[in-house]
């Protein structure tokens, strides 16, 4: 079995602060795990995967993932935040040998001027 | 042109009505799935293929079927749409890297 909790249905920053989403995963084996992003009224788009190797995972947009086993946890940052940068975020996980994803709830990132 | 395509984009239905969502996709993938997703609850996979000859129940099949016509193109019915299938639907297909590519998502409302 596998379940993904993400903290925080609603995140909110300022332009130029730091974006922490957070992600949680539960997997009887080795987990993949991934965030995609959805931007307004479109489909979702893979920011960054974890599958083996290299723990500090960095996608597309300045977005990176660290993948900490103790924690079971895949939390998603990035520096500095840009207007653009607003939209749904989704943490997923796939059991290796499972072959289908599960999802978390989605955290919606909102960004001030 | 879009490597994933879902037809309609929009749709309104009336209660007990058939319905059927279809995808295509050009990417050259044998997996294809479709989800639900509603306000809060994130993506719920409905029902997905590994190939032609393989199709599998997600985790909210119920009220669902799916029939994959070709390596490209995998459709969704609603035997008969009620109220709480109204939400947005996306099909999305992945090769052998396990990243999966989303479709623009179907919404449909039934009243």
């Known amino acids: 079995a596998q379940s993904v909790t993400q903290l925080g249905s609603h995140v909110s920053v300022s332009e130029g602060a730091l974006v922490l989403l957070r992600c949680n995963y539960s997997?009887?084996?080795?987990?993949?795990l991934f965030w995609y992003v959805q931007y307004p009224n479109q489909g979702l788009q893979l920011l960054l995967k974890?599958?083996?190797?290299?723990?500090l995972v960095k996608g597309i947009n300045g977005f990176e993932a660290e993948f900490k086993k103790s924690e079971t946890s895949f939390h998603l940052t990035k520096p500095s935040a840009h207007m653009s940068d607003a939209a749904e975020y989704f943490c997923?996980?796939?059991?290796?040998?499972?072959?289908?994803?599960?999802f978390g709830k989605g955290t919606m990132l909102l960004v001030s001027p | 042109d879009a490597d994933v395509t879902q037809t309609p984009r929009n749709r309104i239905t009336k209660t007990g009505k058939r319905i059927m969502l279809e995808c295509s996709q050009t990417k050259g993938h044998d997996r294809m799935y479709w989800y639900r997703q509603d306000p809060g609850l994130g993506l719920r996979l409905i029902y997905y293929?590994?190939?032609?000859?393989?199709?599998n129940k997600g985790e909210i099949s119920d009220g669902y079927s799916v029939s994959r016509q070709a390596q490209a193109k995998f459709s969704l019915s609603l035997e008969s749409a009620i109220p709480n299938q109204t939400a947005l639907y996306f099909c999305?297909?992945?090769?052998?890297?396990?990243?999966?590519?989303f479709g623009p998502g179907t919404r449909l409302t039934v009243l």
């Open positions: 997923a996980v796939e059991g290796s040998g499972y072959s289908t994803l599960t």
């Open positions: 293929s590994f190939d032609v000859k393989d199709i």
């Open positions: 997997s009887s084996v080795p987990p993949y």
């Open positions: 974890y599958t083996t190797g290299a723990t």
């Open positions: 999305a297909t992945s090769g052998k890297t396990d990243t999966q590519y």
